[in-house]
């Protein structure tokens, strides 16, 4: 190592000398004029370009999507009316207000027992504070549409694709809803979905994992799904015209 820095500092000592040497020539040579400096236009300086803002995700069609609910009960007066009545009486979990308001064939989703005795027994009416007030509630909360003369809701289970199992599918309640690459707020959105049909991959308390028919997974809140295998209710008119409401049962 010592050998080395004497070396550099050798060959230092040699190049200054050297410098030294050429600049007293110089200095003894005779001055040429000047030659004339022709002007250089400078570079024009790049204006740095700025990255484009980050896009939103666009939408992912999955090819199969449910058509964006309307509201059906406006073509008939009578059908909007027996809503908002039935509706009042959900409010107030009167009891003998529903049972009036069923069909004497009333399917309850037992099989083998249809009527209001079927229903009664299904859905623990003696019971003040029966599931049935809370579930019809949010059945009719949601958009239905008309299924040949009956009125069916949600919308969700009337039109599901008869070919994709039910059990294993959810749809999309609303318009352009955030997949997140994770269960969180904040993740990264992979896709926004309008009506669409997803794959179920886990079921959790606040979130749902899909995977979109193209292929992608994510996260979805469990507010904006809603799964076609879930009940259904169905309303229609009796023969003298009256709505009544025919039928409340989990769709297979």
């Known amino acids: 190592m010592r050998a080395l820095a004497v070396a550099v500092f050798a060959a230092s000592l040699a190049s200054a ?3 030294k040497s050429l600049t ?4 003894a040579a005779p001055k ?5 400096s022709s002007p250089v236009k400078s570079a024009a300086k790049a204006t740095p370009v700025a990255p484009p803002p980050a896009a939103e995700v666009p939408a992912q069609p999955t090819g199969r999507a449910l058509p964006p609910p309307k509201d059906e009960t406006a073509k008939d007066k009578a059908l909007s009316a ?3 009545k039935l509706k009042d009486v959900l409010k107030r979990k009167d009891r003998d207000g529903l049972l009036a308001l069923l069909a004497p064939e009333i399917d309850a989703g037992l099989r083998t027992m249809v009527g209001p005795n079927a229903f009664f027994t299904a859905w623990g009416l003696s019971d003040p504070n029966s599931s049935v007030y809370g579930v019809l509630a949010q059945i009719l909360s949601m958009p239905g549409v008309m299924v040949g003369e009956q009125y069916c809701a949600p919308y969700v289970s009337a039109q599901f694709p008869s070919d994709l199992d039910r059990s294993k599918h959810q749809v999309v309640l609303n318009p352009s809803v955030k997949v997140r690459e994770t269960n969180s707020a904040t993740a990264k959105v992979v896709a926004t979905l309008s009506y669409e049909i997803v794959q179920v991959l886990e079921r959790g308390p606040e979130w749902t994992k899909v995977r979109t028919q193209s292929g992608i997974d994510g996260y979805i809140p469990i ?4 799964s076609p295998a879930g009940y259904r209710a169905c309303l229609g008119k009796n023969a003298e015209g009256v709505w009544q409401v025919q039928s409340l049962a989990v769709q297979r």
């Open 82 to 84: 027996f809503l908002t």
């Open 223 to 226: 507010a904006y799904l809603y």
């Open 24 to 27: 007293a020539a110089k200095k």
């Open 17 to 19: 000398q050297t410098a």
């Open 32 to 36: 040429a004029a000047p030659a004339k």
